[in-house]
């Protein structure tokens, strides 16, 4: 992991099309901003799991089983 220490209005690059920029700090919270292209989803963590285990328990057995009687 790559720690970064920035100020209001400073940003970082990945990958020369992602831009990440700190618009607000207040207390313990930190506001960001994301630039990226539209194919590129960007998800809050808690968000992306509970993504992956709704994926995870579509490609259970019964949910396979039940595509097979379909076709």
Do not use: C, H, W
């Amino acid at each position: 992991m790559l720690a970064l220490s920035r100020k209001k209005g400073e940003a970082l690059v990945i990958n020369n099309n992602i831009e990440i920029t700190i618009l607000e700090i207040k207390g313990d919270q930190v506001k960001i901003g994301i630039s990226a292209p539209k194919e590129v989803p960007v998800y809050r963590k808690e968000v992306y799991l509970q993504i992956q285990e709704a994926n995870k328990e579509a490609m259970t057995a019964d949910s396979l089983a039940g595509l097979k009687d379909f076709f």
